[in-house]
Structures are given as structure tokens and as C-alpha cells.
């Protein structure tokens, strides 16, 4: 949170180690969608992060956010794997972020919407990621009814090159329908203090945290919290 500087939401990171090497999300989740593996890894990471999030050191205020693919939230089945997440591991709905990535909105928009509306029933909160590199448009951003836009990277990174521009017009009009923002790859102090200088609500990156195992979390958040803000 970048007025408060604590932790509002951790993310869910699916990592793949084989023979003692890591093998990157970006080779091993296209294949998974191509042979139809998704939605039993999707259905697991669900029910582990979940149960993981329940019992971890924070406060009922540090919200859990995971990414579904394309895939997933087509099957049909999602809304129910995510009350059994949640049934299963009595993590609050509300403390529950779903993550879409903006591309989905190339498939067919209405099913999209009316899942997407059917996640926020139970209480949950819909983010769509990597906002501003995919299929949206001022219609369909209008009419999406999500809760957190997620700003991509890659205006973080060309923040002094038109960057900042893209930023502040996102910002302006998530706020102006309602929803919060995230800028996601944060790598500097320079970054992060001319984001909340913005008026930015929430940044996450690698300034503040590497990804890391659950167990490391909590010996994490404690120095974390440490730290002069």
C-alpha cells in the first residue's frame, strides 16, 4: 500500500523444479494448456494458496491473489473449484483476488463477463492483469465491472520515456469506474516513490520482495516491517 507501506496482497507464484532446475512458467503453462493439464494444476494451486493464505502470519487485511488462465475461466468449472478452495481451507471470499489477464477479453466477452460477475457474488475480487498490453478498449473497460486494474510492467519500466503518461490516464479512468489500481513491476526506490507521488494505491515488484517459498514469508514480512517507511 503505498500510503500506509504495508502489505496489502501477496501473489501466487507457480514454479517447476525438474532434476534440480527451475523450469520457467512461460515454457510450462502453454504445454499445460495445450494438453489440457490446466485445469487439475489451476484446481491444485487454487486449493494449496488457499489453505497456505489461512494460515500464514498476517492479518485478516493481506488479501491472497491468483492467476487463472484463458482456459480455466472458459472450462466452465471455475467458479465452483474456487468455493471449494475456499470451503476447504475457510480462507474469507473477500480476502480472495481472481487475476485475468487482459487477453482474455479476445474470447467470447459475454461468458467472460457473466463468470467474472459470478466470482464477485461469492465476495471475491476480480483483477485484470497486465492492463494496457492486450485487447482492451474504453467500451470494454467500461463494462467490465472488475476491482483491481493491474498496470503492466513494461509502462513501469518506460515510466520517463511516455510511461508515465499511459499511467496516469489508466489511473485516472480506473478510478473514475470505481476500480483500484496496482502498478506491478517495481524494481527501484525512484520508481516506487514517483508511483505514490501519483497517487498510485498499490505497488508490488521485485523492490520489495523477490518471489519466495511460503515458509519464507513470515521471517520476510518481519523484516519488512522493520524497515524505516
Known sequence: DSKS????????LLRWKLNGELVSPVEFI????????????????LHESCKLASKWTFDETVDLSINVSVAQLMHGDLVSIVKSALAGSQLPAENL???????????????????MKALQRIGIKVSVDDFGTGFSSLALLQSLSADVVKIDQSFIKSIDEGGKAIIQA?????????????????????QADTLSEMGVESLQGFYFSKPMKAGELALWHEAFKAQPK
Open 97 to 115: 483476488h481472481i487475476e485475468i489477464t487482459e487477453s482474455i477479453f479476445a474470447q467470447d466477452i459475454s461468458y467472460v463477463l457473466e463468470q
Open 170 to 190: 489508466t489511473q485516472y479512468m480506473a478510478n473514475e469506474l470505481g476500480y483500484s489500481v496496482v502498478a506491478e513491476g517495481v524494481e527501484t526506490k525512484l
Open 30 to 45: 502453454p504445454v499445460a494448456e495445450q494438453h489440457g493439464l490446466i485445469h487439475s494444476i489451476g484446481a491444485w494451486v
Open 5 to 12: 507501506g504495508q502489505v496489502g496482497f501477496c501473489e501466487a
